[in-house]
């Protein structure tokens, strides 16, 4: 893996030509509304799906410098310093230098919180920083590093327990007694050689989707070594992503962890302004045998046709994992957009139609829509959203095969066999944003009896998928596994925001923020957590927390 990147790096290196700025859009999107706007626009062709978006896919769309501007709040003192002092506070970054063809910004990442999660005293303490820049208007680099420790609300204190890793963002090591200290660092360098050719070299994550969630491949899990390739030829954007993963339920002989290589294609497919249509298709490879010794990645993963590959897996040429998958967007209105995903991990046609519950029929669904300067009001965002998730989907009969990185999904926090609704809705004046989320679904859990049997429904996808339970009443051992069949739990959270913007070069906020979550699981009492926090943090990614 080490000397493909190596050597995709030269090759990218190898030409330089003078374009638009390469710096990538930081997937949050909570500080970046007018941003999504400009890019759900029935005015342009543009390709939405494919995310972190760069700078250079604006330049013909929307200033972003001056959209930048259009936010700062300007005092005009006598004394150069103090300017110098409100602007870096309040305004740009905290230190930047530009000319004509060099940018370097440096600030601050902070998260200083407290709250309450009923009687429970919660915190969390985040310091770090990041370094961006552009050398030209092809060249762009970017790297951040934070220090954390955190005494969480209980519902994610167990989680962390259980998987040993602070949800989205690393390895979690005991603070105190209650606390986690981890740590965690994200970089890329990029480059345009040719004006319809991008390259990146990075440490960090991606998304595929035009949702809250995706299906395909989310920011859920930790960051990730990945090199990503994109082309944009006519209406058509093709992205190779090579990428190597870890699993933590496997430690090797040199003390490291286990890893595997995610190959990812991604064609979109520009219809019209309005129609945007993708196809997906990915293969996972354990990056080492039973015995530990090191695999290394199959030359045939580093051909760039979609589909290619992922063939030789459907007629049995393959010990590894295979998904494929498709992908829609349809603008109605201004800046209304519907969307969907559709996943497949296996089907069998026969048994699908069949309807028996085939424990082999694996697949995934979204659709939503979302809504941006709705009822023709200004910076009023809206989205509803469903995805369902059948059981066993994502797993493999080798548990270090499946699609996940290092103890969590890399699609949906969830896992399988699982439903879940998600409303958005989001109102900011001038720099005021007021933010509420819901989160209803139901889940089929797994379950380990008092005696010690341990009955897997599909739920956990780190779990061999032949060691399904068999299901009591049906012909054959392989049917009855229905959406939602084990242990059901049914989960219902709101959350709701209230910020102001700081500064928008690198979207400081002070924030107070109010959550209910209620869990109820199947013959227990119900679990229910209200959390309160307020604090300041810049907000540069998202947390999913909604779990």
Not at 242 to 250: A, G, I, L, V
Not at 373 to 384: A, H, I, P, R, S
Request: net charge negative; proline share 2%; charged share 20%.
């Amino acid at each position: 893996m080490k000397k493909i990147i190596y050597t995709l790096l030269i090759c990218l290196l190898a030409a330089t030509y003078s374009y638009a700025q390469e710096l990538l859009i930081p997937l949050n999107d909570d500080y970046e509304m007018e941003i999504q706007t400009a890019a759900y626009s029935s005015d342009y062709r543009f390709h939405t799906a494919m995310k972190s978006w760069s700078e250079y896919q604006f330049k013909d769309i929307l200033d972003l410098d001056s959209l930048n501007k259009s936010q700062f709040i300007v005092k005009n003192y006598n004394k150069k310093w103090k300017n110098i002092v409100w602007n870096s506070v309040f305004n740009t970054d905290f230190i930047g230098a530009r000319t004509d063809d060099f940018y370097i910004g440096i600030n601050p990442i902070v998260d200083f919180q407290v709250g309450k999660d009923g009687s429970k005293s919660t915190w969390v303490n985040t310091r770090g920083a990041e370094v961006k820049g552009t050398i030209g208007d092809n060249f762009a680099f970017y790297t951040n590093l934070r220090e954390n420790q955190a005494v969480f609300p209980d519902y994610i204190t167990d989680f962390a327990n259980v998987n040993r890793v602070v949800p989205g963002q690393g390895h979690a090591r005991t603070f105190k007694e209650t606390g986690f200290d981890y740590a965690n660092a994200s970089a890329y360098i990029s480059l345009r050689p040719m004006y319809w050719l991008n390259g990146t070299l990075g440490y960090g994550k991606n998304f595929i989707g035009d949702g809250y969630r995706s299906l395909i491949l989310s920011d859920n899990a930790f960051a990730y070594p990945y090199v990503k390739l994109t082309a944009d030829v006519w209406n058509i954007q093709y992205t190779c992503l090579y990428s190597q993963m870890s699993d933590k339920n496997r430690v090797l002989d040199d003390d490291t962890f286990a890893r595997k290589n995610v190959v990812i294609h991604y064609l979109d497919w520009a219809v019209t302004k309005r129609l945007n249509l993708g196809l997906f298709d990915a293969m996972v490879c354990k990056g080492q045998d039973e015995n530990g010794v090191r695999r290394g990645l199959d030359f045939q993963y580093i051909n760039p046709i979609i589909f290619l590959r992922t063939t030789d897996y459907y007629v049995g040429d393959s010990p590894d994992n295979a998904l494929l998958g498709a992908t829609a967007s349809f603008i109605a209105g201004k800046h209304t957009t519907f969307y969907a995903q559709f996943v497949l991990d296996e089907m069998t046609v026969k048994e699908f139609i069949g309807g028996n519950g085939y424990w082999a029929n694996k697949q995934s669904y979204q659709f939503g829509v979302k809504s941006f300067d709705c009822f023709n009001v200004k910076n009023l965002f809206l989205q509803g959203e469903f995805n369902m998730v059948r059981p066993y989907m994502y797993s493999h009969y080798d548990g270090e095969d499946n699609y996940a990185h290092l103890n969590q999904p890399l699609a949906h926090p969830w896992g399988a066999n699982f439903y879940e609704i998600v409303a958005r809705a989001q109102y900011n004046y001038k720099r005021f944003y007021f933010q509420y989320k819901m989160n209803f679904g139901q889940w089929g859990d797994d379950i380990t009896t008092e005696d010690g049997e341990f009955q897997y429904y599909g739920h956990d996808i780190y779990h061999n998928y032949y060691d399904y339970y068999q299901i009591e009443g049906y012909e054959k051992p392989y049917y009855g596994h229905y959406m939602l069949t084990g242990e059901l739990n049914t989960l219902m959270m709101n959350n709701f925001v209230v910020s102001w913007l700081v500064n928008p070069s690198y979207n400081l906020n002070v924030f107070a923020e109010v959550t209910h979550r209620n869990q109820r699981i199947e013959g227990l009492d119900d679990i229910n957590d209200f959390i309160i926090s307020f604090g300041i943090r810049t907000t540069l990614d998202r947390k999913y927390y909604d779990f």
